[in-house]
């Protein structure tokens, strides 16, 4: 009797543990540069380098396609990210990107705010990815950018 509820219990917390769902995994693109005033050697609205983990390392460039404003300091937008790698070897990722752009302490409207370069802005996002490795297109993600001074920084995470 004791061996047979001792195989029942064992069983059961197999099956438990075996059910239990996946953690959710994600491949995080991140990163960190520094940019100067806009230069004629980045046609989109802002360009990084980047390594995307089992692909190589990149460039990371951004071009907004809207931009709504819908507040005094925010702002909806589509825009499209595009990762091309060194090399040429791997296809480029592209990313179909909306989400909500704010420009915390009022920088959006300030004297001048349109035309300066710099102005702190944080920025989230969700995008599908549309073209690139088979194996990631139709996947979809979040995206997060932070911007002050000449700071950028931000991740795309792609959920695999």
Do not use: H
Request: glycine fraction near 10%; proline fraction near 6%; hydrophobic fraction near 40%.
């Amino acid at each position: 009797m004791r061996r047979a509820l001792f195989t029942l219990v064992a069983a059961l917390a197999v099956l438990a543990w075996s059910a239990a769902p996946a953690a959710a995994q994600t491949l995080d693109i991140r990163f960190s540069t520094a940019l100067p005033k806009p230069k004629a050697t980045c046609e989109a609205n802002f360009c990084a380098p980047v390594t995307v983990p089992g692909y190589g390392a990149g460039t990371l460039t951004f071009a907004i396609d809207t931009f709504e404003v819908i507040s005094r300091s925010c702002a909806e937008y589509t825009g499209t990210a595009t990762i091309d790698f060194a090399g040429g070897t791997t296809e480029p990722i592209v990313m179909a990107e909306s989400g909500l752009v704010c420009f915390p302490g009022n920088s959006f409207n300030a004297p001048g705010g349109l035309r300066s370069y710099g102005n702190p802005l944080e920025q989230t996002g969700t995008f599908e990815v549309t073209a690139g490795p088979d194996e990631l297109v139709g996947l979809t993600g979040t995206s997060s950018v932070r911007f002050a001074g000449a700071s950028l920084r931000g991740v795309y995470s792609i959920e695999l």
